[in-house]
């Protein structure tokens, strides 16, 4: 089956598959949150991106072969509802970005910095810091050897727009810099992204549109 990217509270997870990774989609409530389960097809790992909440329903999506790691994109509560009962459940290890760990209550493992590797099996995702949204989001890149590359933008890039700055203009003006620098400048068009909340998009799609941003102020 074709991925799309579309899915909806209590439905299915999508599953997209890559020659090296299987990364499989799902949303939960009550915010529509995506959650992403990523499986090197090499040797099994699996890392989660956002145990925002449904405990039960990532359980299951991760199944029998358990999770090695999670990974949360920032601070904001709806992204780490089902963190503790996840690491509970698996005893995974925790990353968040540096300058986000503080605000989340389930301690966190291991501090990401800019440009740090998180490895699940064979396959290595690149962090990139972007502020803004909050202090420490952090954005995940998947630089596939095979083809475009995946990326990761939690809260802070989606169809249409950078991520809420909850109207203070210098933290949006912070945002959209970082997002041009370490996201749109650096990679092609064809760069899938998978967001925090609602449908994929491509930077090439996003990528008209920055200067009606910037002018718009959100």
């Known amino acids: 089956m074709t991925y799309s990217g579309v899915v909806k509270v209590g439905g299915p997870a999508d599953v997209h598959e890559l020659t090296d990774l299987m990364i499989s989609k799902v949303a939960v409530g009550p915010m529509n949150n995506n959650a992403y389960l990523l499986r090197c097809r090499a040797t099994g790992e699996q890392l989660l991106i956002d145990a925002a909440n449904e405990a039960g329903t990532l359980l299951r999506l991760i199944g029998e072969d358990s999770i090695a790691s999670v990974v949360t994109t920032h601070r904001h509560g709806d992204h780490w509802q089902a963190l503790g009962e996840v690491v509970a459940a698996t005893g995974a290890r925790t990353y968040a970005g540096r300058y986000d760990a503080e605000g989340i209550e389930v301690p966190t493992d291991v501090l990401v910095e800019d440009d740090d590797t998180i490895r699940v099996g064979q396959v290595a995702l690149t962090a990139r810091h972007l502020t803004g949204h909050t202090p420490g989001s952090i954005a995940l890149l998947y630089d596939d050897p095979h083809g475009a590359p995946h990326l990761f933008t939690g809260d802070c890039l989606f169809p249409g727009g950078v991520g809420n700055t909850f ?52």
């Open 167 to 218: 109207g203070d203009a210098e933290a949006f003006v912070n945002l959209l810099d970082d997002v041009e620098t370490k996201l749109f400048a650096p990679l092609p068009d064809e760069t899938w992204v998978y967001p925090g909340h609602g449908n994929d998009t491509a930077l090439g799609d996003e990528r008209p549109r920055l200067p009606e941003w910037r002018a718009r102020g959100w």
